[in-house]
């Protein structure tokens, strides 16, 4: 950030009066910008036994598959959310059966929230940021080509309560940055997959 949204004045980082943390200052007309973490809503829309997956049309991760999600938009709940980015990516009408997963994200700034949901009619399209939707059965799931790690983490989760038959209770975690991957036959990825 380097000007002030309120009266256009650069700012500074510093920590406020009363605060503990720095935080984008404006100088001029004393505006503090804070900078808190987005919330992204999404969707294990179900259908007959097999998810909904999107692939994505849109960077990152383009051509990777996930689940229907994004950020959330003012003046909606998290529920509304997961519903429009379901109908948005994959053209589906989804009923919410409940929350399942509460996954943060720190080092991105943020935190998943993941509803259950069935397809209303069992109708799906790809939308605008998907190049395809496909139902999927847990052998079928694209586990290599899975666009973002919170989704292999639900998806694990969640296949594995419904082994349980048990219920699906809240699933909650951090999902933790790991070290760039290096690209399969260079030196540094043959010798970790020598350890592994």
């Not at 000007?3 to 503090?32: K, M, Q």
């Not at 998943?112 to 109708?123: I, K, Q």
Request: charged fraction near 30%; proline fraction near 6%; include cysteine.
């Amino acid at each position: 950030m380097n000007y002030c949204s309120n009266c256009g004045a650069s700012v500074v980082l510093r920590i406020p009066d009363g605060d503990n943390r720095e935080r984008y200052v404006c100088e001029h007309c004393d505006t503090i910008h804070y900078q808190n973490p987005k919330i992204v809503a999404g969707c294990i829309p179900e259908w007959e036994g097999r998810i909904l997956l999107c692939k994505r049309a849109i960077e990152p991760r383009y051509g990777l598959w996930t689940l229907p999600a994004g950020f959330m938009e003012n003046g909606e709940t998290t529920e509304q959310a997961a519903m429009r980015e379901t109908e948005e990516e994959a053209g589906a009408r989804v009923e919410i059966t409940g929350l399942y997963g509460l996954f943060s994200i720190p080092h991105i700034s943020q935190v998943y929230m993941l509803y259950r949901g069935t397809l209303v009619d069992g109708a799906f399209e790809a939308g605008v940021e998907s190049l395809e939707c496909r139902l999927f059965d847990e052998g079928d799931i694209p586990w290599e080509q899975l666009a973002f790690p919170v989704v292999k983490e639900t998806l694990k989760r969640y296949f594995s309560d419904r082994r349980r038959g048990k219920g699906f209770p809240l699933q909650r975690g951090e999902i933790v940055k790991h070290p760039r991957r290096e690209p399969a036959g260079s030196p540094q990825a043959t010798a970790s997959e020598d350890r592994g």
